[in-house]
């Protein structure tokens, strides 16, 4: 949430599209003392000292004392110097004056500056950092505390007159164009909105597929003030002031990130491809119930395929296959996989294997890999099925629709092993290793496993009617 002037504070439209409505009142707190917090003075040498890091300027004083660093800083706050330790040649500490004391704190540099996680591209920026946070946290660290008490995410009330509108527009524009490309702008209604205005009207459109998804948070360094999606607050600091969501961009604290549901409504604008996506982002994002290329090849295969002999077994020329995953990384749904591109089948069913493989986390995900292992262990033929049963319960969602859709898909091909010689057990051997994937980076297990995961997608297919 960019505000570039303290109008933001006062309740500034989200955008012009939508001018009539007020977003929450950000608070101005945190905000105001940052703008208070001490600024950075620095001290400089009087002399060249010898043997200074060239990465250093004339903030370094060499190697003195830390009384003598003391008397240097002479009792300013923000005042900071860089010295050589006595008991420690070649170590180097940056003393920093504040609250009417001397702060001593080990420096380092690989490239960057840096005293804990965060890396600065020089000292000053270094320094302005810690005292806003130095200020901020002493300043208001019961405030901070009780941040995530009463959050805004629970109570967009503020979102609920946009919802309507918003949805209207969404349903307008999948009936306008059915296009779902990775690098069209699909929902265009909700572009300049927040991304939690976004979320909130996702939420309430009837035509969305609520499928459970956590937030992909990663440290951002954000440009200009910014205030928390989930306590409203600003986030302080000059770089790695919070998280975003790289799928959905949601801006929150790192504490605050903690407490968000798992909610993620993936933005199509953010999603770069189809393959090697995780599967329900990749969904949620296109708003179905399973991957795009799953349902396109299948009904390609089942249309034209399913007697084709070596169905599966048979490969297809890789330079084709990846011409296949490009078009539908470049074109989305709108990709063609046709007869008339690709007349040989064996290139859409390695196209649909390679999706498969080049998942982040495997259809048969690495939770319950070794629950389906376990299971297919088991003598009893009954118990063992039970035992599968239960493991498919533990899935998430978009997984096991995306399973059950491909068994049912993969029972019809077994159903023609007349003309394509594929039953369940050779369907096994090529999809057991493709759908599941051994957490243990190791090939000894991967071998040792392999007739195990051949065994449960031979289980899944045969029963298929049974077990979902």
């Not at 000292?49 to 800083?73: C, M, T, W």
């Not at 690989?110 to 005292?131: A, M, N, P, Q, Y």
């Not at 070596?310 to 007869?339: C, N, P, Q, W």
């Not at 859409?348 to 048969?364: E, H, N, Q, S």
């Amino acid at each position: 949430m960019a505000a570039s002037s303290n109008s933001s504070l006062s309740g500034s439209s989200v955008s012009s599209d939508a001018e009539e409505y007020q977003p929450p009142i950000w608070k101005s707190y945190l905000y105001q003392l940052q703008q208070e917090a001490p600024r950075p003075k620095r001290i400089i040498c009087p002399g060249e000292v010898e043997n200074r890091p060239k990465y250093y300027g004339r903030e370094f004083h060499g190697i003195i004392s830390r009384e003598q660093a003391d008397e240097l800083l002479g009792g300013v706050e923000g005042a900071y110097i860089l010295r050589e330790s006595q008991r420690q040649p070649g170590c180097y500490t940056l003393a920093l004056r504040f609250g009417n004391q001397t702060l001593n704190y080990r420096l380092f540099y690989d490239g960057k500056h840096f005293v804990g996680e965060k890396r600065f591209e020089s000292i000053h920026d270094l320094v302005t950092d810690g005292l806003i946070t130095l200020y901020i946290e002493t300043k208001a660290s019961e405030y901070i505390s009780k941040m995530t008490t009463n959050p805004i995410y629970e109570h967009i009330g503020y979102a609920t007159l946009l919802r309507e509108k918003v949805s209207r527009r969404l349903s307008r524009s999948k009936n306008e164009s059915r296009k779902t490309s990775v690098t069209n702008e699909e929902h265009t209604a909700v572009e300049k909105i927040s991304s939690l205005v976004r979320r909130a009207a996702l939420t309430h459109n009837d035509n969305h597929f609520n499928y459970e998804k956590t937030h992909n948070f990663k440290v951002h360094t954000f440009r200009g003030p910014h205030w928390c999606e989930y306590c409203a607050n600003f986030m302080w600091g000059l770089i790695a002031q919070g998280v975003r969501c790289s799928d959905c961009g949601l801006n929150v604290h790192k504490q605050c990130s903690k407490h968000v549901p798992n909610d993620c409504q993936p933005d199509l604008k953010r999603i770069k491809k189809v393959y090697c996506c995780d599967l329900t982002t990749l969904v949620k994002a296109h708003n179905t119930q399973r991957p795009m290329v799953v349902d396109i090849c299948i009904r390609e295969i089942e249309a034209r395929g399913l007697k084709s002999e070596g169905l599966y077994r048979v490969s297809g020329f890789t330079e084709h296959i990846e011409d296949v995953k490009m078009a539908f990384d470049r074109d989305g749904e709108k990709a063609d996989i046709s007869a008339n591109v690709y007349p040989d089948i064996n290139i859409i069913t390695g196209a649909l294997k390679l999706y498969f493989r080049d998942l982040p986390i495997p259809v048969i995900t690495y939770d319950t890999y070794p629950k389906f292992i376990e299971a297919a262990k088991i003598s009893n033929a009954d118990e063992r099925l039970e035992a599968v049963h239960d493991v498919l319960m533990l899935l998430p969602p978009a997984h096991y629709e995306t399973l059950r859709y491909l068994m049912i898909h993969l029972k019809k091909v077994t159903m023609n092993e007349k003309d394509n010689f594929m039953n369940a057990e050779n369907l096994g051997i090529v999809f057991g290793p493709t759908l599941m994937r051994s957490p243990e980076d190791s090939t000894l297990t991967t071998l040792h496993d392999m007739r195990y995961q051949k065994l449960i997608v031979q289980i899944l297919i045969e029963n298929e009617d049974v077990l979902f």
